[in-house]
């Protein structure tokens, strides 16, 4: 369900980056995921957005495990504060490789979004 955002809402999200790389099992019931029917209702293809509101559903759990293996917060002005969990496994600094290169990756796109956003307001002047 999408949330009536203010400018002010939206500027403030921009003005700030945040990755977490969570670990742990979460599963999906295939079954339980909305679909959208065929027209005969026979073929129902599973649509990621049903996946994703069932493991958000999941975290919210009470009994639901997971743990921050990461979490970076980045300011507009680049201050940056990152957590990494102590003693990482091999398997999990696989995890933390990951989550740098996701947290480089989401600042390339929100400087390109900006870089879009700012010329739509003053025009592109090349």
Same mark, same amino acid.
């Given at each position: 369900?999408?949330?009536?955002?203010? $400018?002010? !809402?939206?500027?403030?999200?921009? /003005?700030?980056?945040? *990755?977490?790389?969570?670990?742990?099992?979460? &599963?999906?019931?295939?079954?339980? $995921? =909305? &679909?959208?029917?065929?027209?005969?209702?026979?073929?129902?293809?599973?649509? +990621?957005?049903?996946?994703? =509101?069932?493991?958000?559903?999941?975290?919210?759990?009470? !009994?639901?495990?997971?743990?921050?293996?990461?979490?970076? @917060?980045?300011?507009?002005?680049?201050? &940056?504060? &990152? +957590?990494?969990?102590?003693? $990482?496994?091999?398997?999990?600094? *696989?995890?933390?490789?990951? @989550?740098?290169?996701?947290?480089?990756? /989401?600042?390339? /796109?929100?400087?390109?979004?900006?870089?879009?956003?700012?010329?739509?307001? *003053?025009?592109?002047?090349?």
């Amino acid at each position: 369900m999408a949330e009536n955002k203010s $400018l002010w !809402d939206f500027i403030e999200d921009m /003005a700030t980056l945040d *990755v977490v790389t969570l670990t742990g099992n979460l &599963t999906v019931k295939v079954n339980d $995921l =909305q &679909t959208e029917g065929s027209i005969d209702g026979t073929d129902k293809p599973i649509k +990621f957005a049903g996946i994703m =509101q069932q493991l958000e559903g999941n975290i919210l759990k009470k !009994d639901a495990k997971i743990s921050a293996l990461a979490a970076t @917060h980045v300011s507009i002005d680049k201050d &940056t504060v &990152t +957590f990494v969990k102590e003693n $990482l496994s091999p398997e999990e600094a *696989v995890y933390l490789d990951f @989550h740098n290169e996701t947290v480089k990756a /989401a600042g390339i /796109a929100r400087a390109a979004m900006a870089d879009g956003i700012a010329k739509l307001f *003053v025009g592109n002047k090349k």
